[in-house]
Every structure is written in C-alpha cells, then in structure tokens.
C-alpha cells in the first residue's frame, strides 16, 4: 500500500486519510488567476506547494537505484505496451484508452487550415459527453464517487482537471498548461488514496510516470497530429517545447546519477552507467533508437516528427541544453527550475488552472514568498492593478519550499550563456530574421541568438 510517511529527503504529496473523507468538503474548481497581479499569490498557495512535491516525488522515483545485489544499477526505461498488475495504473489506462478511441467517432474536417481542425471541438464535446460514464467505472467510480460534507462528490471536482487536459476546443490548441492539468488530475486521485493498491518506495509513482503519464503523452501527440492543434503560449522557436514540458524533467530523471537509498536525495549532477550523452538529442539515429524507452528522448523524437531543418535552428533552448557536460543530473535539477519559472510562474499558462480543495486556493502557512525575478515583474496587469506598487511581501524571499529540495535558487530569468554555439544558417528563420554582414560568421549568429537563453544552464 502507497503511504506518504516514508522519510525522505523531499516533500512528498499527502494522502487524506480515509476516516476524515466523509466530512471533507469538495469544492468545484473555479478560475482563480485573472491578472497578473494574482499569480504571486498562487506562489504561496497551497496549490502551488502540492503541486510541486507531487512533481518532485514523481521525478525522484525514476531515478536509477544501485542494488545491493548487483554491481549493474538498475534503471527504469519505458516498456511500451507492457501490462500493469496494479488495478489502479490499469483503470486510468484504461480510461486514457477509452478517450483516443472517441478519435475515430469525430474524424478531421477535410477543409484546409493550417492550424486547429474544427474536429477538436467535436472529439472535445464527445469526451465531455461520455465523462461521467468513463469515471463511473470500477475502482476509479468507487473512489470519485466519495461525497463530502455538501453533497458535491469527489468526481465533481477532479473530472475538471480532467477535462482540462487535452487541449482547448475553443483556442483549437494545447500546451503545458493543459499538461499540467492533467499531473493535477492524477494528483487529485493521489490525495483520494486511489494509488494506496501500488507498492511503496516510489514503485508507484515510477508505475504513474512510465504506465500513465506517458501514455497521456502519447494520446496528446496524437490529437495534435490529428487536429493540428496549435502550441498553447508557446515562446515559438525560444520556447523549450511547443507544447509540453513534463517529458523533459521525467525522462532527464531516468538518465541521472544512480542514489544508493529510496530516501536519498535526487542527484544534481551526473548520470548513470551506460547513458546517452545530451548531445545524442541532436542526432536523429539516436532519437530514433532511444524514443521508446526514455521520455526525453520520447518528447524530441515527436519534435523531430513535425518539424524539420536543422535541430539547432528548430529547437535551440534544446540544443543549448545538449551541451551540459554535467551529466543528466544538472539537466534534471535545471528542467525543474526551468519548469517553476516558464511553467508555474508564468500567467498566460497558470490562468487557466481551476482551484478546488484539493488543490487550493489558500495561501500555505509556510510557503515563503516568492523572490522578485524577472518572471513575476513581467506579468499582465490591468490599469489599476498597475498604478499601485507590488505588496512589499513580495519584494525579497526565498525558493518555494519543493524547489529547495533539488538545491535550486529562486527563477531568475534568462541570463545564461549557451554552452554550445550553433553553426551559422545559410537558410532558415534564423537567418532570415537578421542577415548577416558581409564576412560575418557562425560567432555573430550566436550573438543573435543569445538574447534569449536557457535559464539555468551556467550553475
């Protein structure tokens, strides 16, 4: 059975216990986020403290272990199509299962356009339509159907993050901040005690990154195939990904330094036995060879599929990253940093997210207040939030409380130098944007180009 209680050296996302369910009093998630102003609030909510241990305790699950046994670590590739024993992991691929079959009941509209196939809005209302039937079912039926102290069910409440995490039918587009929906669905179930089947000492949570978030991953790439989904907030060709960012901390986790203990910390830097070098991103063969065992190499590998030229000029944050010489520990540690401040700090992608009482709106008690970087000066704000001065408490502080257990500082915004230098285009956007002068080389496209930067790399 999973419990929370195993000491670690992480924050871990805690389990109601069973005894206080029935007055626990469910809540159905409301847009909380409207202006900028808000999202410093978010960063000291108790929302934005779960989400991140949950985020954390997933990352360090798929961390290589070395066995006591065996002088040969043990790592924890993808095995797709491999069959789960956990009744709990098999009713959500189940479900996951159910949701792309409804793909084949509203076929793309045939007319031309080059982003958005209005079909999305009709697979979207056929998944809204069969909700209730598909969370009905079984295991995942019993425990959603939990009824709280006002008669609003469990169900009433998780079925919106569900519903928010594939894409919008109105924008006819997807991105992190649907994926992030989605790892808040799942934690939703993790707080209902869904997962209490799975065994402890991070095997369940491995089973829920390998059996479960990366077959939601798999269903998304197909929507966006399919329906020619448009990246949602995406920063276009300076955006580490146009549409998911999750991939890159999980699977950057699979390739880390082995930890001899359950309990121990998640390495910072380094990588197990027998990895890929970072660089191997930039190689299609190797993309190819890895895509189906390690999630990070999985989210390049679709990169690769709908996009083409050179790797560098298509994906260059990526092809920055490529040259960590570290080892896969100091990507992991930075795709974390790197997620809480382009993902969870940022408002075009967290105004979306609904808050309910698993995921609430409250401030937490001990959360610091957020530090003054760059990603919370340069938020929207409406005319008359924008003549008041930002809240003193918010001027100085610290790293939210789940970002210190990976040893990381506050965001602090691009800065950073690349840590390759990209060849110089004789095609491309890149190019195009700002041709070179005569007898210019590869060295004055790299000066181009860093302007913006990936936003951890020099630690």
């Not at 924008?386 to 789940?402: K, L, V």
């Amino acid at each position: 059975m999973a419990t929370s209680s195993t000491p670690a050296t992480f924050p871990t996302l805690q389990i109601i216990p069973t005894a206080q369910l029935p007055s626990h009093k469910f809540i159905k998630p409301i847009k909380r986020i409207n202006e900028g102003h808000h999202v410093p609030h978010f960063l000291t909510s108790k929302a934005y403290t779960e989400i991140g241990s949950f985020i954390l305790q997933l990352n360090h699950s798929v961390c290589p272990r070395i066995q006591a046994s065996s002088s040969v670590p043990q790592t924890f590739p993808l095995v797709p199509g491999s069959p789960s024993s956990t009744p709990s992991i098999q009713a959500l691929q189940q479900l996951l299962s159910d949701l792309e079959a409804l793909v084949q009941q509203a076929p793309p509209d045939p007319g031309p356009r080059r982003f958005g196939n209005i079909s999305f809005r009709k697979w979207h209302a056929l998944v809204e339509g069969n909700l209730d039937t598909f969370l009905e079912r079984g295991i995942l039926g019993e425990v959603l159907a939990t009824k709280g102290a006002d008669d609003i069910t469990a169900k009433d409440e998780v079925s919106a993050y569900l519903m928010g995490a594939f894409g919008s039918p109105q924008r006819l587009d997807y991105g992190t901040g649907h994926e992030l929906s989605f790892i808040a669905f799942v934690g939703c179930l993790w707080k209902l005690g869904f997962f209490r089947d799975g065994k402890e000492g991070g095997d369940i949570e491995r089973e829920i990154v390998l059996n479960v978030i990366e077959p939601y991953l798999r269903v998304v790439r197909t929507l966006i195939l399919k329906y020619t989904l448009e990246p949602a907030g995406s920063h276009g060709v300076w955006g580490l990904d146009d549409h998911s960012f999750m991939p890159y901390i999980l699977g950057s986790a699979q390739f880390t330094r082995p930890i001899t203990l359950d309990t121990d910390p998640m390495p910072l830097e380094g990588s197990v036995k027998g990895a890929p070098k970072p660089a191997d991103v930039t190689k299609p063969a190797a993309v190819e060879d890895l895509r189906r065992s390690n999630m990070y190499f999985s989210a390049v590998g679709f990169i690769n599929d709908v996009k083409k030229g050179p790797f560098w000029e298509h994906s260059p944050i990526l092809f920055d990253i490529s040259g960590i010489r570290d080892g896969w520990g100091k990507i992991n540690k930075g795709m974390i940093k790197m997620f809480n401040a382009e993902v969870l700090s940022k408002f075009p992608v967290v105004q979306h997210f609904p808050f309910g009482s698993l995921f609430s709106w409250d401030g937490d008690s001990n959360a610091p207040v957020p530090a003054q970087s760059v990603h919370m000066t340069n938020q929207p704000m409406t005319a008359a939030a924008s003549t008041a001065a930002p809240p003193s408490q918010f001027a100085t502080g610290m790293a939210a409380p789940w970002t210190q257990a990976t040893g990381m500082p506050p965001p602090a915004g691009p800065g950073i130098p690349y840590s390759r230098v990209p060849p110089g285009p004789s095609t491309g956007s890149l190019n195009s944007r700002q041709p070179r002068a005569q007898g210019q080389g590869s060295a004055s496209t790299a000066a181009q180009i860093n302007v913006t930067k990936a936003p951890w790399a020099r630690e």
